[in-house]
């Protein structure tokens, strides 16, 4: 394995690259539940699987477009086709909140197929882009350092549009902030390709010659597997985390306003805290590192079951913990996979895609898994759905189903998430 030095002319835009996909999980995972339930008066259940259904999809649409990836890379010698050509997403992101005077059910279907749409495109470009890592002829410590300037990236690109987001949808409505958000993502896309070809020539790799595996061949590898489902435990508990603030602010402490509080509470940390677990990962390793992200994310959420009378300091305190975790669950697993690829033989790059593909789809179902729980803890609890505009008065049964949802059980499903990661032994057997 090379020693090579990633350059920053290559780094900075490979890493402006994530900005527009932080965009299109972070809006819709904080928003889109809350913009059918409470805007467009979607019953939560119906919501949750609006939310659901297009993911369902991503189990198999991921690892297609992955293997379609590591064929590009055959026949071209590089990915960045599928790239271009997702960078589409953008009009897909609009189209999800221009929902042109719909109620209800046909309101939830419109958002249904732009997120269909949007699912596809954000595969054709996450895809290829987080098999770069591994395509590249560098060593283990480079790719946390490549994955750390990544997460700083994405970490801002999810902060400004989570703050900015909730902003703009009250100042001038959705569909506005739809519009304006897809212009930056359309353009943070552009120059990530760019990154991603001055990488490629800084550290390139010579793809071997045969491409043909499996849609799944990738989850015969145990260490993979291990990663993989450890990460679709804390993709589904960050993504409920993201769809419950919105309900936390209003329903439990009395201030919508405060969403946007909580928000950059939760993310601002990360920006901070990922040069320290750079530093951390090469001093311990990246999985004991993660154990402890994981662990403290329990600890975290443990606080938030206390609720509005734990007041507001301490619950935005816990919510940074939170955030700190946060920055690590997206540094060190990222970081890893490569490791996972680089490890399963020599010719580890030809397959990548396929790799990347089950991940991506993994972190998709997540992404729709976290709200579509968090939906089915407001319909337990008898949460009430409502238009703009209108007052609901929420049952005892529905405020408690918006405080344990948003804190007891994200800590059960890290805590599923912590089982499953202490098998992974690669940095063992390193």
Same mark, same amino acid.
Request: charged share 10%; net charge positive.
């Given at each position: 394995?090379?020693?090579?030095?990633?350059?920053?002319?290559?780094?900075?835009?490979?890493?402006?690259?994530?900005?527009?996909?932080?965009?299109?999980?972070?809006?819709?995972?904080?928003?889109?539940?809350?913009?059918?339930?409470? $805007?467009?008066? !979607?019953?939560?259940?119906?919501?949750?699987?609006?939310? @659901?259904?297009?993911?369902? /999809?991503? !189990?198999?649409?991921?690892?297609?477009?992955?293997?379609?990836?590591?064929?590009?890379?055959?026949?071209?010698?590089?990915?960045?086709?599928? *790239?271009?050509?997702?960078?589409?997403?953008?009009?897909?992101?609009?189209?999800?909140?221009? $929902?042109?005077?719909?109620?209800?059910? &046909? %309101?939830?279907?419109?958002?249904? $197929?732009?997120?269909?749409?949007?699912?596809?495109?954000?595969?054709?470009?996450?895809?290829?882009?987080?098999?770069?890592?591994?395509?590249?002829?560098?060593? #283990?410590?480079?790719?946390?350092?490549?994955?750390?300037?990544?997460?700083?990236?994405?970490? +801002?690109?999810? /902060?400004?549009?989570?703050?900015?987001?909730?902003?703009?949808?009250?100042?001038?409505?959705?569909?506005? *902030?739809?519009? /304006?958000?897809?212009?930056?993502?359309?353009? %943070?896309?552009? +120059?990530?390709?760019?990154?991603?070809?001055?990488?490629?020539?800084?550290?390139?790799?010579?793809?071997?010659?045969?491409?043909?595996?499996?849609? @799944?061949? =990738?989850?015969?590898?145990?260490?993979?597997?291990?990663? +993989?489902?450890?990460?679709?435990?804390? =993709?589904?508990?960050?993504?409920?985390?993201?769809?419950?603030?919105?309900?936390?602010?209003?329903?439990?402490?009395?201030? &919508?306003?405060?969403?946007?509080?909580? !928000?950059?509470?939760?993310?601002?940390?990360?920006?901070?805290?990922?040069? $320290?677990?750079?530093?951390?990962?090469?001093?311990?390793?990246?999985?004991?590192?993660?154990?402890?992200?994981? +662990? %403290?994310?329990?600890?975290?959420?443990?606080?938030?079951?206390?609720?509005? %009378?734990?007041?507001?300091?301490?619950?935005?305190?816990?919510?940074?913990?939170?955030?700190?975790?946060?920055?690590? *669950?997206?540094? @060190?697993?990222?970081?890893?996979?490569?490791?996972?690829?680089?490890? =399963?033989?020599?010719?580890?790059?030809?397959?990548?895609?396929?790799?990347?593909?089950?991940?991506?789809?993994?972190?998709?179902?997540?992404?729709?898994?976290?709200?579509?729980? #968090?939906?089915?803890?407001?319909?337990?609890?008898?949460?009430?759905?409502?238009?703009?505009?209108?007052?609901?008065?929420?049952?005892?049964?529905?405020?408690?189903?918006?405080? #344990?949802?948003?804190?007891?059980?994200?800590?059960? /499903?890290?805590?599923?998430?912590?089982?499953?990661?202490?098998?992974?032994?690669?940095?063992?057997?390193?």
């Amino acid at each position: 394995m090379s020693n090579v030095r990633l350059p920053l002319r290559g780094l900075i835009p490979f890493a402006t690259g994530s900005v527009g996909m932080g965009v299109w999980v972070t809006v819709p995972g904080l928003l889109l539940l809350y913009f059918l339930t409470d $805007v467009l008066a !979607v019953a939560p259940l119906l919501a949750g699987f609006v939310l @659901l259904a297009p993911k369902i /999809l991503d !189990v198999v649409l991921h690892p297609w477009v992955g293997r379609l990836s590591d064929a590009d890379l055959a026949r071209r010698g590089h990915r960045r086709r599928l *790239m271009l050509a997702g960078s589409a997403l953008a009009v897909a992101f609009a189209a999800l909140f221009a $929902v042109p005077g719909l109620r209800g059910a &046909p %309101a939830g279907l419109w958002v249904a $197929v732009a997120f269909i749409a949007g699912n596809l495109l954000f595969a054709a470009y996450q895809v290829p882009y987080l098999a770069t890592p591994a395509d590249l002829r560098i060593d #283990y410590h480079e790719r946390t350092r490549l994955m750390g300037f990544r997460m700083v990236v994405l970490t +801002v690109g999810i /902060l400004l549009s989570g703050v900015a987001a909730p902003l703009l949808a009250s100042l001038l409505g959705y569909a506005w *902030m739809g519009l /304006l958000l897809g212009v930056a993502m359309f353009a %943070a896309m552009l +120059v990530g390709i760019l990154g991603v070809r001055r990488l490629s020539a800084a550290a390139p790799v010579q793809p071997a010659a045969g491409t043909r595996h499996g849609l @799944l061949a =990738s989850l015969r590898d145990r260490q993979f597997r291990t990663l +993989v489902a450890s990460y679709l435990a804390m =993709s589904t508990t960050t993504h409920l985390v993201l769809a419950a603030v919105p309900y936390f602010a209003e329903y439990e402490l009395g201030r &919508p306003k405060l969403t946007t509080v909580l !928000v950059a509470a939760f993310v601002a940390p990360a920006i901070l805290a990922t040069p $320290v677990w750079v530093a951390v990962a090469r001093r311990i390793g990246k999985q004991r590192g993660l154990l402890v992200a994981q +662990v %403290a994310f329990v600890a975290g959420s443990l606080v938030l079951a206390l609720g509005g %009378a734990a007041g507001l300091p301490l619950i935005v305190a816990a919510v940074a913990v939170l955030g700190v975790a946060f920055a690590a *669950m997206q540094l @060190l697993p990222f970081s890893m996979l490569p490791d996972v690829i680089a490890a =399963s033989g020599p010719d580890g790059t030809t397959r990548a895609g396929g790799y990347t593909g089950v991940w991506t789809a993994a972190e998709a179902t997540g992404g729709a898994l976290g709200p579509y729980v #968090y939906a089915a803890c407001l319909a337990l609890g008898g949460f009430a759905a409502s238009a703009a505009g209108e007052h609901v008065t929420q049952t005892p049964s529905a405020l408690a189903a918006v405080r #344990y949802g948003f804190a007891l059980v994200p800590a059960a /499903l890290m805590t599923v998430a912590v089982l499953l990661q202490r098998r992974y032994r690669l940095d063992a057997d390193r």
